[in-house]
C-alpha cells in the first residue's frame, strides 16, 4: 500500500487572542485584502499562496503563543522586508540575521520570521 500522508503542509494554526484585529493586523503586514469571512466566531483563513495560515482565537492562551518561529514568511529582499516591517511599528526582536532572516512578534506575542528566498 502506498503511503496515503502527502509531504505537504497544508496549514498553520496561529492562536490569536482577538481574531478581528489580529485578522486586520495580518492582512495589513501581508498585504492582502480581509474580504474572508470569520469562520465559527473564531477562525479567519488568511489568503495566501501556498502553505495556509489560520489564525484562531479559540485555542489561545499565553503558554500556545509561538515562543520560536513555527514557519517562516518569504521575501526576495530582507533589506526592504525588514524596512516595511520597521516603518509598520512592527515588534521587531532581532537585526537581519547573516543577510538573510530576521524575527518579530505579532501583537499577540508569537514570534514569526521573515527569510529571504
Not at 54 to 71: G, N, Q, R, W
Not at 90 to 110: A, Q, R, S
Request: net charge negative; charged share 20%; proline share 4%.
Amino acid at each position: 500500500m502506498a503511503n496515503p500522508i502527502l509531504n505537504q503542509i497544508g496549514t498553520v494554526f496561529i492562536p490569536v487572542s482577538n481574531i478581528e484585529d489580529s485578522r486586520d493586523w495580518y492582512c495589513d503586514i501581508l498585504g492582502v485584502k480581509n474580504e474572508e469571512e470569520i469562520m465559527f466566531g473564531h477562525l479567519y483563513v488568511i489568503p495566501m499562496e501556498g502553505t495556509g495560515i489560520v489564525l484562531d482565537s479559540k485555542i489561545y492562551s499565553e503558554e500556545k503563543i509561538f515562543k520560536t518561529p513555527a514557519f517562516h514568511l518569504n521575501t526576495k529582499n530582507i533589506k526592504e522586508a525588514f524596512q516595511f516591517m520597521s516603518n509598520k511599528g512592527v515588534n521587531l526582536i532581532t537585526e537581519i540575521e547573516h543577510n538573510h532572516y530576521f524575527n518579530f512578534k505579532d501583537p499577540d506575542g508569537n514570534i514569526l520570521m521573515v527569510c529571504q528566498c
